[in-house]
């Protein structure tokens, strides 16, 4: 197959374009990314010499560009990971977050369109819910009901990749997956976050009462069962992904700082996310019953290995944190440049 993977240099979308190009398979693999401050083309180091991997740097919302990675790298498969994620960030600046999440997806959508792509697959989130109270799970029949500028723009992306699919008949899937963690994960989220503010022995801020739930899924997990979706969703159908973990805040900052045996007098409790979501968590029947899936990773397990990855990986984090992790190092002639 050949893809274009978008988004591939951010955290769950690197771990995707290492997943197609180590499974064994013979995909080939272009790769755009615009490179933002949470794209990193050091999580590509293991495949960046690839024979069957190129990176471009560009931007989905650039039609020029597209159809002219579509056409000269004859793609049949596109899985849109390119996405403003941080939902805090969205609070204080919303604009960017509907130009690269909405008009960017639609920009691919339509690029999709005239070349015929046969497959489009819309990585979302389980945020496009909204909160659920202390009980019940998301299913794909949920509601749509976003409160953040993120969520909505997400929610907004989904309905048109969806409209895609109703009106010109594009074979089209929807994915909503509940909060990822494992390597190379941004350390504005939470377990990065904690894990490299301990490292370093920093406050540990916790939101409001700490009481808010998330249901955590390992990427590697996350990664296979969008590869599943590829090859046998059915078209113009949702697949909410969920890790079936359900902890709360505190018990995620109480974990990490046992596993590293830090103070607990670093945990300190801040002012509130405003409308800040209560609590969410996937039923994964779906996914499961129709196209076999199942997280392999136990939470426990999953977290002591992520927290040795950011021990062994000081370099990673701490090049993000002093600003120097923003690279373009072509390392092959097909990679390209495009700064538009
Ligand atoms: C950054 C930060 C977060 N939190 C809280 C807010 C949430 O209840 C929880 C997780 O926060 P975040 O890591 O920002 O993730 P969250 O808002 O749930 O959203 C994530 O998970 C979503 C999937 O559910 C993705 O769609 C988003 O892109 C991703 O960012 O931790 C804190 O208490 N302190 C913090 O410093």
Same mark, same amino acid.
């Given at each position: 197959? *050949?893809y274009l993977v978008t988004g591939g240099a951010g955290?769950?979308g690197s771990?995707?374009v290492k997943?197609?190009l180590?499974?064994?398979?013979?995909?080939f693999v272009v790769n755009l990314d615009v490179l933002?401050?949470?794209g990193n083309l050091y999580n590509l180091e293991e495949v960046e010499g690839h024979?069957n991997y190129v990176f471009i740097k560009g931007? +989905?919302?650039? *039609?020029?560009?597209?159809?002219?990675i $579509?056409?000269?790298y =004859?793609?049949?498969?596109?899985?849109?990971?390119?996405?403003?994620?941080?939902?805090? *960030?969205?609070?204080?600046?919303?604009?960017?977050?509907?130009?690269?999440?909405?008009?960017?997806?639609?920009?691919?959508?339509?690029?999709? *369109?005239?070349?015929?792509?046969?497959?489009?697959?819309?990585?979302?989130?389980?945020?496009? @819910?909204?909160?659920?109270?202390?009980?019940?799970?998301?299913?794909?029949?949920?509601?749509?009901? #976003?409160?953040? #500028?993120? !969520?909505? !723009?997400?929610?907004?992306?989904?309905?048109?990749?969806?409209?895609?699919?109703?009106? @010109?008949?594009?074979?089209?899937? +929807?994915? /909503?997956?509940?909060?990822?963690?494992?390597? &190379?994960?941004?350390?504005?989220?939470?377990? #990065?976050?904690?894990?490299?503010?301990?490292?370093?022995?920093?406050?540990?801020?916790?939101?409001?009462?700490?009481? &808010?739930?998330?249901?955590?899924?390992?990427? /590697?997990?996350?990664?296979?069962?969008?590869?599943?979706?590829?090859?046998?969703?059915? #078209?113009?159908?949702?697949?909410? +992904?969920?890790?079936?973990?359900?902890?709360?805040?505190?018990? +995620?900052?109480?974990?990490?700082?046992?596993? $590293?045996?830090?103070?607990?007098?670093?945990?300190?409790?801040?002012?509130? /996310?405003?409308?800040?979501?209560?609590?969410?968590?996937?039923?994964?029947?779906?996914?499961?019953?129709?196209?076999?899936?199942?997280?392999?990773? @136990?939470?426990?397990?999953? $977290?002591?290995?992520?927290?040795?990855?950011?021990?062994?990986?000081?370099?990673?984090?701490?090049?993000?944190?002093?600003? =120097?992790?923003?690279t373009y190092h072509p390392k092959k002639s097909g990679d390209q440049l495009c700064?538009?």
């Amino acid at each position: 197959m *050949r893809y274009l993977v978008t988004g591939g240099a951010g955290f769950i979308g690197s771990n995707f374009v290492k997943h197609l190009l180590t499974e064994g398979s013979d995909h080939f693999v272009v790769n755009l990314d615009v490179l933002t401050y949470a794209g990193n083309l050091y999580n590509l180091e293991e495949v960046e010499g690839h024979a069957n991997y190129v990176f471009i740097k560009g931007s +989905i919302a650039n *039609r020029e560009l597209v159809d002219l990675i $579509l056409e000269q790298y =004859s793609i049949d498969t596109i899985v849109n990971f390119a996405a403003e994620s941080h939902v805090d *960030r969205s609070i204080t600046g919303p604009d960017v977050f509907v130009k690269t999440n909405v008009l960017g997806t639609q920009c691919l959508l339509d690029a999709a *369109r005239a070349y015929g792509i046969s497959k489009f697959v819309q990585v979302s989130t389980d945020e496009v @819910y909204g909160s659920l109270g202390e009980t019940g799970y998301f299913t794909e029949d949920t509601p749509l009901a #976003p409160s953040s #500028p993120y !969520s909505a !723009s997400k929610t907004a992306a989904d309905l048109l990749v969806k409209a895609y699919h109703e009106t @010109y008949g594009m074979n089209v899937n +929807i994915t /909503r997956c509940s909060n990822n963690y494992g390597p &190379n994960h941004f350390p504005e989220k939470l377990i #990065p976050l904690l894990i490299t503010n301990a490292l370093q022995g920093k406050e540990l801020p916790i939101y409001g009462d700490g009481s &808010n739930v998330r249901d955590w899924l390992h990427v /590697r997990d996350h990664c296979q069962a969008i590869d599943l979706v590829v090859h046998k969703g059915r #078209p113009g159908e949702v697949y909410n +992904i969920g890790g079936h973990n359900e902890k709360t805040n505190n018990e +995620i900052v109480q974990m990490i700082t046992d596993q $590293l045996n830090v103070s607990k007098d670093l945990i300190t409790y801040v002012a509130d /996310r405003p409308g800040h979501d209560k609590r969410y968590a996937i039923d994964p029947t779906k996914i499961t019953t129709e196209l076999g899936w199942k997280p392999s990773y @136990y939470f426990e397990e999953g $977290l002591k290995e992520t927290v040795e990855w950011y021990l062994a990986n000081e370099g990673w984090w701490k090049n993000i944190m002093n600003g =120097s992790y923003v690279t373009y190092h072509p390392k092959k002639s097909g990679d390209q440049l495009c700064t538009h």
